[in-house]
């Protein structure tokens, strides 16, 4: 456990909570120590309470060579973004700041996540959460890319998703028309 790494493109939706306090404890939404890691594209949306020595909705303690980048916390989550260290590159919003895409503006909405309009708040795109009350819709119509096919609900689930096969039927001959010509 050298804290060193990467960690990409996650959340934070519950409570997060320490009941004893040990000398140089820290706790995060996201993280609890950042000593030479980088933090990038995350948020914390839940609180975050305990007795720790270092308390930050997103980073308790954020080391000298610990970075953070487009991270973001929502309003009342913590007194802090980082409990201990440097803060650059975090940012609080109110719960209207979290329901807009423009308001994470380093964030890929094309491809990782998603704004997810029942939840006010991003979704990631690879790992939908299923919202209380919400019934998924399947249209008619199929997506597609070069090796797979589904049909997909406005919040992201996929259904009847499968690979592209060719069926084919021996007792039907090929036939071609070209014009002026047939067989």
Excluded at 27 to 54: D, K, Q, R
Excluded at 110 to 124: A, Q
Excluded at 159 to 171: F, K, L, M, R, Y
Aim: glycine fraction near 14%; proline fraction near 3%; hydrophobic fraction near 30%.
């Amino acid at each position: 456990a050298n804290n060193t790494g990467l960690i990409e493109n996650c959340y934070n939706i519950g409570l997060c909570m320490i009941t004893q306090n040990r000398t140089g404890q820290s706790i995060g939404g996201i993280v609890g120590h950042n000593l030479i890691g980088t933090v990038f594209g995350c948020y914390n949306a839940a609180e975050i309470t305990g007795s720790a020595a270092n308390i930050g909705s997103l980073v308790g303690n954020n080391g000298d060579r610990g970075t953070i980048t487009a991270c973001y916390y929502l309003s009342d989550t913590s007194a802090a973004a980082v409990g201990n260290g440097d803060n650059t590159g975090t940012e609080e919003k109110d719960r209207e700041g979290f329901s807009s895409e423009s308001s994470f503006p380093a964030w890929d909405f094309s491809t990782t996540w998603y704004m997810s309009g029942s939840l006010g708040r991003p979704i990631l795109r690879n790992a939908p959460e299923v919202n209380e009350g919400h019934v998924h819709s399947f249209p008619d119509t199929w997506s597609s890319d070069g090796a797979r096919h589904w049909r997909q609900c406005a919040c992201g689930e996929r259904a009847n998703e499968g690979d592209h096969t060719a069926e084919i039927d021996p007792e039907i001959k090929a036939s071609c028309v070209k014009p002026g010509k047939t067989e």
